[in-house]
């Protein structure tokens, strides 16, 4: 144990004598935090998410505020929260030019990245971080809870929780390595995320229309190098607030058709890249066991919700399917 403690005492003045640290002495202090806004709307979630950062230990080394041409919430931003860096994204509007723009000029070795309705745990950096010890580790991503305003509806299905940004039944419960992981909490290797142009600014969210820049990401920078892989963390938690708006039933056909629509899109531009299996594989598996799980619920229990969540799985995939007709049809007019 003497021996062991002293090698790893030499090993540390080595790497500091070099100007370097160990690989596996990854701090918060490493990380910039990106938070993503555009409306004055969201100011009160938009402060839980900044003092949710600031509160701990568990400290970034710089908290950015990117938004999305507003110069009214840039400015009050600026008188609000001194102390953080604010940036305007005056080019492409959407959430992947905002978060572009909050990425530019940054040191640090790692960006991490949420969204103005998104609150953090204790020791979130720090375990979202923490996988990145493995230098094939080119992203990360961390758990997400729903934080709903009001009670969750009885229909909604947790296989679906993906449609109001949080982690849902058939994702990893340990770490593990995944395709890809939401931008709303995720963290990159700085220099391989401009290797690859960031997000793609000609696709993703923008007001109401969604689609999946963040995948698209994930995909392109893992083909960045032989063997470049994501992790999921899920220990690394985050709440994600969950407005009465987005409990309706007509918001979550809304949501998943959308969903599917852009799937196909984005397997369109990454070609050979992405074949979609992550996709067919929870429509396979997942979506059929949560079927099941609900009927037998209903039927075993008497409890009405599971009949309902098995109706609203029924009208998910439905509601996905029509966006992926649609959306395939749409690119073969381009074409």
Same mark, same amino acid.
């Not at 062991?4 to 910039?32: F, M």
């Not at 820049?213 to 994930?218: A, G, H, N």
């Not at 058709?257 to 299996?277: D, I, P, S």
């Given at each position: 144990m003497v021996l062991a403690a002293e090698l790893r005492n030499q090993v540390e003045q080595i790497a500091e004598q070099l100007g370097t640290q160990p690989e596996n002495d990854i701090k918060a202090s490493d990380a910039t935090v990106v938070v993503a806004t555009y409306s004055t709307q969201r100011w009160s979630s938009l402060g839980a998410a900044?003092?949710?950062?600031?509160?701990?230990?568990?400290?970034?080394?710089?908290?950015v505020i990117a938004v999305d041409q507003n110069e009214e919430l840039y400015d009050r931003i600026k008188q609000e929260w001194p102390h953080v860096t604010a940036k305007l994204n005056t080019g492409q509007q959407g959430a992947s030019g905002t978060r572009n723009t909050g990425a530019q000029g940054i040191e640090t070795p790692f960006i991490a990245f949420i969204d103005d309705d998104i609150s953090v745990r204790e020791d979130w950096l720090t375990r979202l971080l923490a996988p990145f010890a493995d230098p094939a580790v080119v992203g990360t991503g961390g758990g997400v809870v729903p934080?709903?305003?009001?009670?969750?509806?009885?229909? #909604?299905?947790?296989? #679906?929780?993906?449609?109001?940004?949080?982690?849902?039944?058939?994702?990893?419960?340990?770490?593990?390595a995944v395709r890809n992981v939401w931008s709303e909490n995720m963290a990159v290797r700085t220099d391989v995320f401009h290797s690859v142009g960031g997000f793609r600014t000609d696709f993703g969210k923008v007001g109401n229309r969604s689609s999946p820049e963040d995948t698209d990401l994930c995909i392109r920078m893992a083909a960045s190098a032989p063997g470049a892989t994501w992790v999921y963390a899920p220990e690394a938690v985050a709440q994600h607030h969950v407005p009465v708006s987005r409990t309706s039933f007509s918001y #979550?056909?809304?949501?998943?058709?959308?969903?599917?629509?852009?799937?196909?899109?984005?397997?369109?531009?990454?070609?050979?890249?992405?074949?979609?299996?992550?996709?067919?594989?929870y429509m396979r598996r997942t979506l059929p066991s949560g079927i099941a799980a609900g009927l037998w619920s209903t039927a075993r229990h008497g409890n009405v919700s599971g009949v309902l969540k098995a109706g609203a799985i029924t009208a998910g995939i439905f509601a996905a399917a029509t966006g992926a007709v649609i959306g395939t049809r749409s690119l073969a007019g381009k074409g």
């Amino acid at each position: 144990m003497v021996l062991a403690a002293e090698l790893r005492n030499q090993v540390e003045q080595i790497a500091e004598q070099l100007g370097t640290q160990p690989e596996n002495d990854i701090k918060a202090s490493d990380a910039t935090v990106v938070v993503a806004t555009y409306s004055t709307q969201r100011w009160s979630s938009l402060g839980a998410a900044v003092e949710s950062l600031l509160s701990g230990p568990d400290r970034p080394r710089q908290v950015v505020i990117a938004v999305d041409q507003n110069e009214e919430l840039y400015d009050r931003i600026k008188q609000e929260w001194p102390h953080v860096t604010a940036k305007l994204n005056t080019g492409q509007q959407g959430a992947s030019g905002t978060r572009n723009t909050g990425a530019q000029g940054i040191e640090t070795p790692f960006i991490a990245f949420i969204d103005d309705d998104i609150s953090v745990r204790e020791d979130w950096l720090t375990r979202l971080l923490a996988p990145f010890a493995d230098p094939a580790v080119v992203g990360t991503g961390g758990g997400v809870v729903p934080g709903w305003e009001t009670r969750r509806p009885r229909w #909604f299905p947790e296989e #679906f929780d993906w449609a109001i940004g949080a982690s849902y039944r058939g994702m990893p419960t340990v770490q593990s390595a995944v395709r890809n992981v939401w931008s709303e909490n995720m963290a990159v290797r700085t220099d391989v995320f401009h290797s690859v142009g960031g997000f793609r600014t000609d696709f993703g969210k923008v007001g109401n229309r969604s689609s999946p820049e963040d995948t698209d990401l994930c995909i392109r920078m893992a083909a960045s190098a032989p063997g470049a892989t994501w992790v999921y963390a899920p220990e690394a938690v985050a709440q994600h607030h969950v407005p009465v708006s987005r409990t309706s039933f007509s918001y #979550f056909l809304r949501r998943t058709y959308l969903e599917g629509r852009g799937k196909v899109e984005m397997a369109r531009l990454l070609g050979r890249q992405e074949k979609l299996q992550s996709e067919r594989d929870y429509m396979r598996r997942t979506l059929p066991s949560g079927i099941a799980a609900g009927l037998w619920s209903t039927a075993r229990h008497g409890n009405v919700s599971g009949v309902l969540k098995a109706g609203a799985i029924t009208a998910g995939i439905f509601a996905a399917a029509t966006g992926a007709v649609i959306g395939t049809r749409s690119l073969a007019g381009k074409g």
